[in-house]
Nanobody
């Protein structure tokens, strides 16, 4: 059974940094395509970063240059380093796995809250 669990969220000030972790069981992180999503109150969930099985990354314009997605194959963990946080980054953050790197994401974590105050 595939399970994902996020951690590392919290309440910070604008300009601060956070690192989110997504621990994974049931699938090897380097064999899957992994993504980070976020959903702010009243807004749709958005995919803002992903990494494929060969390490290629994608970032939405809203986080490009501030956020970095990475993975530790030995720990089977996905990370999101967030620098220069802004109040508009406030959201629930989710990691997701696309285990066959085709179609959509098929497994999701429960989310971790990030709140950025000005």
């Amino acid at each position: 059974q595939v399970r994902l669990r996020e951690s590392g969220g919290g309440s910070v000030q604008a300009g601060d940094s956070l690192r989110l972790s997504c621990t994974i069981s049931g699938v090897r992180v380097n064999n899957a395509c992994m993504g980070w999503f976020r959903q702010a109150p009243g807004k749709e969930r958005e995919e803002f970063a992903h990494i494929d099985s060969v390490g290629s990354t994608f970032y939405a314009d809203s986080v490009e240059g501030r956020f970095t997605i990475s993975q530790d194959n030995a720990k089977n963990t996905l990370y999101l380093q967030m620098n220069g946080l802004k109040p508009e980054d406030t959201a629930m953050y989710y990691c997701a796995a696309n285990t066959y790197c085709s179609g959509g994401y098929d497994y999701w974590g429960q989310g971790t809250q990030v709140t950025v105050s000005s």
